[in-house]
């Protein structure tokens, strides 16, 4: 009897290898589809994905950009940063082992598609800094694997979904940069795993919700540049530096330095605007469409269900008896020996050195913005083993070589944003998904005595304000020669790209009210480094000028890499002089004195801001006493004539003053400042 199962069991047990490839066969032809769909969308002229083929394997390495699981299934799509400017097409739900999409730092337009939220076994959304318009599809609320959503600098419209207080498992939230309306969904104070939720520079009004600061794990809320209004919560207050709410005006509360007290209860406090909620704290909207995630429990369901199992079983006996026994297991074993398990940062094998294989092995296994920010013992300082406490500078402002490099893909050319005879800067993206410059120097062109490198990163490490492009950390390698510093980047560029438009052009023509702000923007900057504070001491620039002034999103001024001569060679230093001679920028007493002073720096912002206002790059020649009676003669061309005379009369001054010969007679930042101000 035993004999006889066990005969009756071989024709299963023989058929069990067959069924799985046969299914790995199908999933494979599926991916291949949904993946040439996406190549059509994102890339139609095939300039980025031209190796993808539709008779290849996407395994395989001619899928550049794809990782498979060992089954043969797609399981993540890296395309960072190519360079792709299509459309997401809804075919990208065809990928249905999906764990990992990331299309950040492309120029891809349209629409997200609603087909998205079919990605059931997603769990890293990455789609920042693109052109994406529209709405934010409620069907992501399906995605129940998703742990990061990164849908920031793009052009995003409408409210925030209510629905995605249902993605239990979300750590990662961030849409800043859009232009979002509406409040603030109470429902994401259900968010329990959320570690940082991002809904800076929007269009969001309403209070804050209350469950939002009760959130366990939270580290980083920021909701900067809204128009929310009413009672901070105590709650935030635990969060010090990680709850930023600058620039909403009609806020309140009690232990935020920078809100106002809320009025009495009697006074009748409310929301400027309501939330999209009832008193009852149930949300006002509908849920997600049942199509999204379909129920099969009933009887139709089932039926269809059991004809599709009925043609399925069919259609593997006909496989089963055309194929060969061994030819079956020949291809099997061909595409294990295939299978590619991609690095999540990849470049061409041609950029690389066999020296970097680990690093990028090590890239690949952590590139999961989840993973904290460990500073492991691959982090080399120059110093060796620590700094002196002359010269200590924190461990939250260190990075290790192997973020650094996959932040930049390995210093791809793609992400080159400039290069000079003692630095290089490239453009990166950190594991929290934040945007970065990262300042590649040579070890020759800093400071050769080690402490005195480490005590000007101390410096820099310092210095914080809204009108500076802050340090976020730095990295020092002796493996490679270099250190690295890691800065906010800014999108809208530097200053001197404004500066000599052709007339009759509209392309990077400011107008009048963001040529002000500007102006005040620098001045305030230079004020802080000037003066003395408990944490910092006074700082001279000693390089200002339009390059050293970048503009974010907004068009406000960060003035860049305050100090940086603190950590360069004197040669190094003595290059950057000259280019700054040659331009202007040089105050006249430095021929004779040889030292940098605060009224240098002052002399440096007169020139800028004649440069502001007649748009022109050089105005060495320009005679200001004299042009001060002719501001019809003296302004940009390209405002024709809208701006404010009042205004271009107080600046055209304030250059005279500041570009004064004799440095006594200028002014200090203090008082420019205060002239601006009125």
Same mark, same amino acid.
């Given at each position: 009897m035993a004999a006889a199962c066990f005969r009756s069991l071989l024709p299963l047990l023989f058929l069990a290898p067959l069924l799985s490839t046969f299914a790995a066969t199908a999933r494979n032809k599926e991916d291949v589809r949904a993946l040439m769909a996406l190549k059509r969308a994102l890339d139609p002229v095939g300039r980025v994905l031209g190796s993808w083929d539709p008779s290849g394997d996407p395994?395989?390495?001619?899928?550049d950009g794809v990782e498979c699981d060992r089954n043969g299934s797609v399981t993540a799509v890296l395309l960072q940063g190519r360079g792709l400017s299509g459309t997401l097409p809804p075919a990208v739900a065809g990928l249905r082992r999906l764990q990992g999409l990331y299309l950040h730092y492309n120029g891809i337009k349209g629409s997200i598609p609603r087909e998205i939220g079919k990605l059931s076994e997603l769990t890293d959304l990455y789609l920042d800094v693109n052109h994406l318009t529209g709405p934010v599809p409620v069907e992501i609320a399906s995605m129940a694997s998703l742990q990061v959503l990164q849908l920031g600098y793009n052009q995003l419209t409408g409210?925030?979904?209510?629905?995605?207080?249902?993605?239990?498992?979300?750590?990662?939230?961030?849409?800043?940069?859009?232009?979002?309306?509406? !409040?603030?969904?109470?429902?994401?104070?259900?968010?329990?795993?959320?570690?940082?939720?991002?809904?800076?520079?929007?269009?969001?009004?309403?209070?804050?919700?209350?469950?939002?600061?009760?959130?366990? *794990?939270?580290? /980083?809320?920021?909701?900067?540049?809204?128009?929310?209004?009413?009672?901070?919560?105590?709650?935030?207050?635990?969060?010090?530096?990680?709850?930023?709410?600058?620039?909403?005006?009609?806020?309140?509360?009690?232990?935020?330095?920078?809100?106002?007290?809320?009025?009495?209860?009697?006074?009748?406090?409310?929301?400027?605007k309501p939330e999209p909620f009832g008193p009852d704290g149930t949300v006002k909207t509908r849920q997600v469409p049942q199509s999204v995630n379909p129920d099969c429990s009933g009887s139709r369901c089932s039926k269809s269900?059991? !004809?599709?199992?009925?043609?399925?079983?069919?259609?593997?006996?006909?496989?089963?008896?055309?194929?060969?026994?061994?030819?079956?297991?020949?291809?099997?074993?061909?595409?294990?020996?295939?299978?590619?398990?991609?690095?999540?940062?990849?470049?061409?094998?041609?950029?690389?050195?066999?020296?970097?294989?680990?690093?990028?092995?090590?890239?690949?296994?952590?590139?999961?913005?989840?993973?904290s920010v460990e500073y492991s013992?691959?982090?080399?300082?120059?110093?060796?083993?620590?700094?002196?406490?002359?010269?200590?500078?924190?461990?939250?402002f260190r990075f290790n070589l192997e973020e650094v490099e996959c932040a930049t893909?390995?210093?791809?050319? /793609?992400?080159?944003?400039?290069?000079?005879?003692?630095?290089?800067?490239?453009?990166?993206?950190?594991r929290d998904g934040s945007v970065v410059a990262v300042k590649s120097l040579n070890k020759t062109s800093c400071k050769q005595e080690e402490s005195d490198f480490l005590r000007g990163l101390k410096m820099l490490t310092l210095l914080r304000h809204e009108n500076l492009v802050s340090l976020r950390g730095f990295c020092c390698s002796r493996g490679r020669g270099e250190c690295f510093l890691v800065y906010d980047f800014m999108v809208n560029g530097c200053l001197s790209q404004y500066l000599d438009v052709p007339d009759g052009t509209n392309a990077n023509v400011l107008d009048w009210p963001t040529r002000v702000s500007i102006i005040r923007g620098v001045a305030k900057g230079i004020e802080y480094l000037h003066g003395k504070?408990?944490?910092?001491?006074?700082?001279?620039?000693?390089?200002?000028?339009?390059?050293?002034?970048?503009?974010?999103?907004?068009?406000?001024?960060?003035?860049?890499?305050?100090?940086?001569?603190?950590?360069? !060679?004197?040669? /190094?230093?003595?290059?950057?002089?000259?280019?700054?001679?040659?331009?202007?920028?040089?105050?006249?007493?430095? !021929?004779?004195?040889?030292? +940098?002073?605060?009224?240098?720096?002052? +002399?440096?912002?007169?020139?800028?801001?004649?440069?502001?206002?007649?748009?022109?790059?050089?105005?060495?020649?320009?005679?200001?006493?004299?042009?001060?009676?002719?501001?019809?003669? *003296?302004?940009?061309?390209? *405002?024709?004539?809208?701006?404010?005379?009042?205004?271009?009369?107080?600046?055209?001054? /304030?250059?005279?003053?500041?570009?004064?010969?004799?440095?006594?007679?200028?002014?200090?930042?203090?008082?420019?400042?205060?002239?601006?101000?009125?």
């Open positions: 395994c395989s390495d001619s899928f409210s925030i979904p209510p629905q995605l207080g249902s993605l239990n498992k979300l750590k990662v939230l961030a849409m800043q940069s859009n232009q979002l309306t509406g !409040a603030i969904p109470a429902t994401l104070g259900d968010l329990t795993q959320l570690t940082r939720l991002d809904l800076s520079f929007n269009e969001l009004f309403g209070s804050i919700p209350s469950r939002i600061g009760e959130l366990p *794990l939270l580290e /980083v809320f920021d909701i900067r540049n809204n128009t929310l209004s009413g009672s901070v919560l105590d709650g935030l207050r635990r969060l010090n530096g990680g709850f930023q709410y600058a620039n909403n005006k009609e806020l309140c509360g009690v232990g935020f330095t920078l809100l106002d007290l809320c009025p009495s209860s009697e006074d009748g406090l409310k929301p400027s269900s059991n !004809a599709s199992t009925g043609v399925l079983i069919v259609g593997v006996v006909a496989v089963v008896i055309g194929a060969a026994f061994c030819g079956v297991f020949a291809f099997s074993w061909y595409r294990r020996q295939k299978q590619k398990i991609g690095s999540s940062l990849e470049v061409s094998d041609s950029r690389l050195s066999t020296d970097h294989y680990q690093q990028k092995e090590a890239c690949r296994r952590s590139a999961s913005p989840l993973i013992n691959g982090w080399d300082p120059l110093s060796g083993g620590g700094v002196g406490s002359s010269g200590e500078v924190g461990d939250s893909q390995y210093f791809s050319e /793609v992400n080159l944003l400039g290069k000079s005879s003692f630095a290089a800067t490239y453009r990166g993206i950190l504070r408990s944490n910092k001491p006074s700082v001279v620039h000693q390089n200002i000028s339009a390059e050293k002034i970048l503009l974010d999103h907004h068009f406000a001024p960060r003035l860049s890499v305050p100090g940086l001569h603190k950590l360069l !060679a004197d040669d /190094v230093v003595f290059s950057t002089l000259k280019a700054s001679a040659a331009m202007g920028y040089l105050a006249p007493e430095y !021929a004779t004195t040889g030292r +940098f002073t605060d009224k240098s720096d002052v +002399f440096a912002f007169g020139v800028v801001v004649l440069q502001v206002i007649t748009g022109k790059r050089d105005v060495s020649q320009l005679k200001v006493g004299t042009a001060i009676s002719d501001l019809e003669g *003296l302004m940009d061309g390209n *405002l024709n004539g809208a701006f404010s005379r009042t205004e271009a009369a107080k600046l055209a001054a /304030v250059a005279a003053y500041c570009t004064s010969e004799v440095p006594s007679q200028r002014p200090t930042m203090e008082a420019v400042v205060q002239q601006l101000s009125h």
